[in-house]
């Protein structure tokens, strides 16, 4: 029984990678026409690419999402919108049909601000986020008891943190979806398929120098963000981006700057500006997030360790790595 889930796991697996790769394939040759390409213009204080890359990585996230959820029916061990099955020491758990409007509701909302010639103003954007963290809260299953309106709320608002947080994670290449890959193999979800194979087209070059084939856009990190909250390993992925993004918040309030107004002060943005290249950035990513997945696999093999207190010691642990890593990689003008 074992071995046939596992090779059950690996067949949908190969099948949400090649769905993907086929998409980003088709998505980027359509990009132009559509207009859903990145260059730069809009926020040149953050953004340093030479000319305009496809936003195709969320679209094709999603469709491979979708050929997941419709597995469902015949693999239900293995889906996209089952992402935190089993798993005894989850701390909420979705049903499937929450989820799944959250993730179109979290697409709908990236995909517009991707489309949109300046993005999503503030509000309009929050108020789409709100809506998909509704849609999961909906869904919200505690212990197998019901749940209240305060830990729905408290759900709702979560998820709003998450999909910003993930968003402001993905200012470099292979950063938001490196952790996002762990995250899906913790969780042994097939969806880690799918960001194999955008990692191999926003990480690859089709010239020395130049830019990836493919970003994952604002529709691919807020679907990214609804997927990490609903799993305890995806949850573990978020740490180290929530920690940079306080980091951040925290700068631009003693620089006297608005903290929504984007910057190039991530943990991606000063490892590139030191001379790493993508593939190093994602390797010192990693090694700051370590901690944080350590600690949640200690949690899940160990039953005494609490998931809260592990979180915790794993945060501060990310925190401490991240300070040396960012002692070792100075900003430039401080060279």
Avoid at 79 to 87: I, K, M
Avoid at 105 to 125: C, E, H, Q, S
Avoid at 161 to 189: E, K
Wanted: proline share 6%; glycine share 10%.
């Amino acid at each position: 029984m074992i071995e046939d889930l596992a090779s059950s796991g690996i067949a949908v697996t190969s099948v949400a990678f090649s769905v993907a790769a086929t998409a980003l394939f088709v998505l980027v040759r359509l990009a132009r026409r559509t207009g859903l390409v990145d260059d730069g213009r809009d926020a040149p204080e953050r953004k340093t690419q030479a000319r305009a890359v496809p936003l195709a990585g969320g679209p094709a996230l999603f469709v491979a999402g979708l050929v997941l959820v419709a597995l469902e029916s015949s693999t239900h061990t293995w889906s996209l919108a089952n992402l935190a099955p089993s798993d005894s020491g989850a701390i909420f758990r979705f049903e499937r049909g929450a989820l799944t409007l959250a993730l179109l509701l979290a697409f709908a909302t990236g995909l517009v601000d991707d489309l949109a010639p300046r993005g999503l103003t503030p509000l309009p954007k929050l108020l789409g986020q709100f809506a998909a963290g509704c849609a999961l809260a909906t869904g919200l299953v505690v212990d197998g008891e019901p749940t209240s309106f305060f830990e729905r709320a408290f759900v709702a608002l979560l998820a709003v943190i998450a999909q910003n947080v993930a968003n402001t994670f993905d200012h470099a290449d292979g950063t938001l979806g490196s952790l996002a890959f762990v995250g899906c193999l913790g969780a042994r979800a097939p969806f880690a398929g799918a960001i194999a194979a955008f990692l191999g087209a926003n990480l690859a070059r089709p010239a020395r120098g130049g830019p990836p084939y493919a970003y994952l856009g604002d529709s691919g990190s807020h679907v990214l963000g609804i997927l990490l909250l609903a799993t305890p390993a995806g949850q573990a992925a978020l740490t180290l981006p929530a920690i940079d993004l306080v980091r951040v918040v925290w700068m631009r309030v003693r620089a006297g700057d608005p903290i929504w107004r984007g910057d190039r002060r991530h943990l991606g943005q000063r490892l590139a500006a030191a001379g790493r290249s993508p593939t190093r950035v994602v390797l010192l990513v990693l090694v700051c997030a370590a901690p944080a997945f350590l600690a949640f696999f200690a949690a899940d093999v160990h039953g005494g360790m609490g998931r809260l207190a592990a979180f915790g010691l794993g945060a501060a642990c990310s925190a401490l790595v991240l300070g040396l890593v960012l002692r070792l990689h100075p900003a430039p003008s401080a060279a």
